[in-house]
């Protein structure tokens, strides 16, 4: 049988779609291999978020290129493929097809019309062991915020029937999965008929052998009252809610078109500690958008201080040509933001384990991921937050779910001890 090979950059979204590629792929049998050198069908799917992550994708397109074996297809898929189109076969010759983020579904007509299909009668079973996986809710995103180019690669929003999406869990949890995240630019949004995302939650919760289900992302002007008593009121959505920020300063969050108010979001804030004591919140933070000074940078450190995040996604503003922020006069310089930066991560890593001390010697549940390599009686878990969890035990397997007592903390794990009850 022939065998495909992928590489996947980027944010979770574009793992959940490889994992859907990769399905019709073994559904018309194709086999998956680990080696490219091997692979008959190479496939790329990249990123464009940062600059960065189109260097890496196009470094690696390059060398697959070089190093695949005569006759193999070399497909590039995903938010660069969609914002640099045909130019890419342009640049790299040994491109073969190019399929953007926003023509997923045109990827089975390429199936069909470029490949030949083979007898094959099975049906994919579990892609991975882990006992999580990712569902897509809804693509696209039209908030249009000033520096990001998803807009423009994911296109407009569009969500995924729930009955679909019902269905989608279903037979996952019958493949051995049983912690779900749903996904989406921005799940708040989420909207079928007259099902918002809060109902979303609470059916995939309802599914027979869901142990929890996870969410990203929110954006803070559609984080509703609704949603947050939802998730209080559910013992399997978990307590955890990344609501990124990006910024402390009212005029830099107006610039980036946000939407919010600093006010409106730490109101957020308050609500869900109010509902949720135990929520883990997270967040994304940017700095040195153009225009930011000292003083709104500070007002940046201070949020993060008050709102005392468990952990936070934080990176210096790059450019991305094609957004609104890209026109912009850059008055930041790269050692500032460097600067910037390091100051936010240290700050944000001394919440993070001033957090992550104040556990030791509580009591709750763990969800069993998988072994840590190098220490075979070490098991690595998450709670029903965001902690990372080691639990010493002897006999476990990834997806069971055992009573733990935090016995103490490195920092930026738990470690812990199994207890009875």
Known sequence: MPSFYFQTFGCQMNIADSDDLRRELLCRGYDETSDPLCADLLIVNTCSVRENAET??????????????????????GCMAQRLGQRIKEKIKTVDRVIGAQHNSDFLAHLDKYLPKYDHTGVPGKLHNSPGDYITVMR????????????????????????????????????????????????NSYRDGDIDFADLLKMVASVPGVRRVRFTTSHPKDCSEKLIKTIAATSSLCRHIHLPVQAGSDRILSLMNRRYSLDHY????????????????????MVGFPGETDDEFEDTLRLVEKVHYTTAFMFAYSSREGTAAASMKETVSEDV??????????LQTSITKKI??????????????????????????????FKKVLLSCDSA???????????????MTLICERITK
């Open 266 to 285: 730490l109101g957020l804030i308050e609500m869900i500690r109010r509902y949720i004591p135990d929520a883990d919140i997270t967040s994304d933070i």
């Open 356 to 385: 992550y001390d104040s556990s030791v010697g509580e009591e709750f549940e763990v969800l069993i991921n998988g072994r840590q390599e190098k220490r075979e009686r070490l098991w690595m878990g998450m709670n029903n937050g």
């Open 397 to 411: 397997e990834a997806g069971m779910i055992f009573n733990v007592r935090a016995v103490r903390s490195s920092g």
């Open 337 to 346: 933001k460097l600067s910037r930066l390091k100051s936010l991560i240290d």
């Open 140 to 187: 696209g995103c039209e908030n249009f915020c000033t520096y990001c180019i998803v807009p423009y690669v994911r296109g407009p929003e569009v969500s995924v029937p729930a009955s679909e999406v019902v269905s989608k869990v279903a037979r996952r949890v019958d493949e051995g999965v049983c912690e779900f995240t749903l996904l989406g630019q921005n799940v």
């Open 56 to 77: 890496r994708a196009k470094a690696r397109i390059q060398e697959f290129g070089r190093v695949k074996k005569n006759g193999a297809k070399l497909w590039v898929t």
